[in-house]
């Protein structure tokens, strides 16, 4: 990988007189220079991802259209063609102000197992496949998410963390940020998304591969 000690020698080398293909190829070293100082940049402002990758858990903020939704199902995605196992859950489908656990284990069709049996049996999966599962809950503020998030997402992500092998990624849309997430929670392991560019993509795909998340 080009570093910054390459970067430098390429920029004394443009300031030597070259032959035009020399120079183009210096200038085209420098735009893939540039390119991975965009990608590590963008990682390094993900100053959570130690956080993170500790605590199991983030939450994604951003606008309505920024393409949150985009991005989770981009991510499982790529998973998938790894053999990384996730699990999507629509906030819309949560529609009644209780526990989520309860209404997300009916979506799925383990109504009639309790959390602990099913985080159990997913992270036993999980290990034996040596990647950990991500449960992804995708817009919590839809549904009846607004009413209920506030008081459970902080248990929600203790069930989460008594599992090795399990992490879980919230996304919000921000004008419901302040409002449903506790202040414990609300500094560290977010992430603030406000559209992402090609490279960006592939940053985030290598933190989830880099953390095993």
Not at 136 to 155: H, L, P, T, Y
Request: charged share 25%.
């Amino acid at each position: 990988m080009t570093n910054l000690k390459d970067f430098l020698i390429i920029l004394k080398k443009l300031h030597i007189k070259k032959s035009s293909f020399q120079r183009y190829i210096l200038l085209k070293s420098l735009k893939n220079f540039k390119i991975i100082y965009d990608f590590i940049n963008f990682i390094g402002k993900l100053k959570t991802a130690l956080e993170i990758a500790k605590n199991q858990y983030l939450i994604l903020v951003g606008e309505a259209g920024v393409g949150k939704s985009h991005l989770f199902a981009d991510i499982i995605k790529h998973r998938a063609k790894n053999n990384q196992q996730s699990i999507l859950i629509l906030g819309q489908h949560l529609i009644e102000s209780k526990d989520p656990w309860a209404q997300i284990l009916n979506l799925l069709g383990f109504a009639k197992f309790n959390k602990y049996e099913f985080l159990g049996a997913l992270n036993s999966k999980a290990q034996a496949n040596s990647n950990k599962i991500i449960i992804f809950v995708d817009a919590i503020n839809e549904g009846a998410g607004k009413d209920f998030w506030r008081n459970f997402i902080i248990s929600f992500i203790e069930d989460i963390k008594k599992y090795e092998w399990l992490s879980v990624a919230f996304s919000i849309r921000s004008s419901y940020f302040e409002c449903m997430i506790p202040k414990e929670i609300s500094e560290i392991c977010v992430i603030y998304h406000e559209g992402f560019s090609r490279i960006e993509y592939d940053a985030m795909r290598v933190f989830f591969d880099y953390y095993k998340l």
